[in-house]
């Protein structure tokens, strides 16, 4: 089963930047997908963006424009470039693995998350 550890959270004010990684540990047919996602207290958890083995990259239209995602695949590392933080960018925020298709039966596999906080 992948591994996944995230890091780079931190407190900013709003504004502020920050430069979230994951890194993985296999590159396999299960780690297609490296997504984002982040949860706050007393909300579901919420997707932020997604990146493919390729490149390609899909963004919540809350983060689109301001977060831009990155990749290192011989380090098996992803990237979540943050800037112009907002209040509501607050949140514990985990990285994700998924399959190209899920037939592969991957199992889901969750990073343990990385707190950023953003004061107005």
């Known amino acids: 089963q992948v591994q996944l550890v995230e890091s780079g959270g931190g407190s900013v004010q709003a504004g502020g930047s920050l430069k979230l990684s994951c890194q993985a540990s296999a590159y396999t047919s299960c780690t297609y997908y490296m997504s984002w996602y982040r949860q706050s207290p007393g909300k579901p958890r919420e997707f932020v963006s997604r990146i493919s083995r390729e490149g390609s990259t899909r963004y919540a239209d809350s983060v689109r424009g301001r977060f831009t995602m990155s990749q290192d695949n011989d380090k098996n590392t992803m990237y979540l470039q943050m800037n112009s933080l907002k209040p509501e960018d607050t949140a514990m925020y985990y990285c994700?693995?998924?399959?190209?298709?899920?037939?592969?039966?991957?199992?889901?596999?969750w990073g343990q998350g990385t707190q950023v906080t953003v004061s107005s």
């Open positions: 994700k693995t998924d399959p190209l298709y899920e037939v592969y039966n991957c199992p889901e596999t």
